[in-house]
Structures are given as C-alpha cells and as structure tokens.
T-cell receptor, first 113, second 113 residues
Framework: NAGVTQTPKFQVLKTGQSMTLQCAQD?????MYWYRQDPGMGLRLIYY???????DKGEVPNGYNVSRLNKREFSLRLESAAPSQTSVYFC????????????FGPGTRLLVL | EDQVTQSPEALRLQEGESSSLNCSYT??????LFWYRQDPGKGPEFLFT???AGEEKEKERLKATLTKKESFLHITAPKPEDSATYLC??????????????FGKGTTLSVSS
C-alpha cells in the first residue's frame, strides 16, 4: 500500500496563476482532509470531505476550492494564487471521521511569487 | 475556543538522557488526542491515539500518557534517530471547523550522540 500520495511535490506559481493539488489514498478510507502548514503555526484545516460526495469548509478555506472526485481522490484548487498561499500542503485520510486516526501524505511545497 | 499548547518549543538531549514533552489542551469534550512525529520535509507520521484520562500507550522508547488537561510524551534513553518534531492534536466534540483536529505548534527534539 502506498498510503496517501500527493502530486506535485513542489510547485512555483506566479501571483494570479491557478493550479490543482492532487491527493489519492489506497486505504479505502471514507474521510479526507486538506491542511496547510506554515512556519510557527500548527497544521490548519482548509477543507475536508467526511465521505464521498460531501465537502465542508475548515478553519482557513478562503481562496481554495475542493473536489472529492471519488472515494480515493480529493483535489485542492487555487483559482488565483496569492503570496499568502505560499505554504506546505498536506492531504490526510481517515477511516471514518476525524476521531479516527488521520494518515498524512508527504506534502506539496508551494511557492507563490 | 479549543486550543493546544506544546512545550517546550525545542529540546536538546544527549543520547540516553530521558525527558518528557508536554501537550496542554482546552477542548469542549475530548474525543481523542493524537501524537505524530514529523521529520524535515516529510508528512506527519502517526504515533499514538489516547481517548480517556489515565490511558497510556507505548512504542519502543516512547510512552504517551493522558490526563484531563494535558498529555505527556515520555522519551526513555533517546537515540539520535529520535530527532524530529513531535506534534500533538486534539479532536473535540465540536469546534469552529466542525470536527477538525486542532494541532499544536510542535516540539522539535534534537538528540546528539
């Protein structure tokens, strides 16, 4: 099992450009999450999907959109990137809901110039 | 407001020098407390889940304990390979983000030989 995979590993964008971060899990988990991690701050939830077909906003959703493509895949889209979105983005999944253990991917490092 | 505070921010130990990391939390109805290890440039790696006060879990040189206000991660006779950032997260009954995990900022542990 690969667990949680993320693509790309690193990306540089110019302000105003758009991009989609991809996440897939092979653990047959129902719930998936997107977090961002910034220096000096804890991981903060952007969006989550409790189950296939549902998505909900987290703590810092502004500037992002998500799509739960199927049970395995959960993508995060930046429509018009801003320097404040420079961060490391982590995808995670859990069997059913956040009270279950969340397993994290390796992260995508995004630099917005 | 749900909060997680980890201390110290950084800890330097000699190989074999045992110590403890602290995670203090304020949450409305704890449903779970999670410990993760994060190596530089990697995603968080799950270590333990604790659900109720008095619970303890062990894995190799690590032991996690839980009270009603805090959790400790005890490291016995650490080795250089234990060097990493240790993250604590809690899941409460309900918070601003719905059912999100609330993460602390982490404790960075350095073990020298």
């Amino acid at each position: 099992n690969a667990g949680v995979t993320q693509t790309p590993k690193f990306q540089v964008l110019k302000t105003g450009q758009s991009m989609t971060l991809q996440c897939a899990q092979d653990m047959n988990h129902n719930s998936m999450y997107w977090y961002r991690q910034d220096p000096g701050m804890g991981l903060r939830l952007i969006y989550y999907s409790a189950s296939e077909g549902t998505t909900d906003k987290g703590e810092v959703p502004n500037g992002y959109n998500v799509s739960r493509l199927n049970k395995r895949e959960f993508s995060l889209r930046l429509e018009s990137a801003a320097p404040s979105q420079t961060s490391v983005y982590f995808c995670a999944s859990s069997e059913w809901g956040p009270q279950e253990t969340q397993y994290f991917g390796p992260g995508t490092r995004l630099l917005v110039l | 407001e749900d909060q997680v505070t980890q201390s110290p921010e950084a800890l330097r130990l000699q190989e074999g020098e045992s110590s403890s990391l602290n995670c203090s939390y304020t949450v409305s109805g704890l449903r779970g407390l999670f410990w993760y290890r994060q190596d530089p440039g990697k995603g968080p790696e799950f270590l333990f889940t604790l659900y109720s006060a008095g619970e303890e879990k062990e894995k190799e040189r690590l032991k996690a304990t839980l009270t009603k206000k805090e959790s400790f991660l005890h490291i016995t006779a650490p080795k250089p390979e234990d060097s990493a950032t240790y993250l604590c997260a809690v899941q409460g009954g309900f918070n601003q983000a719905g059912t999100a995990l609330i993460f602390g900022k982490g404790t960075t542990l350095s073990v020298s030989s």
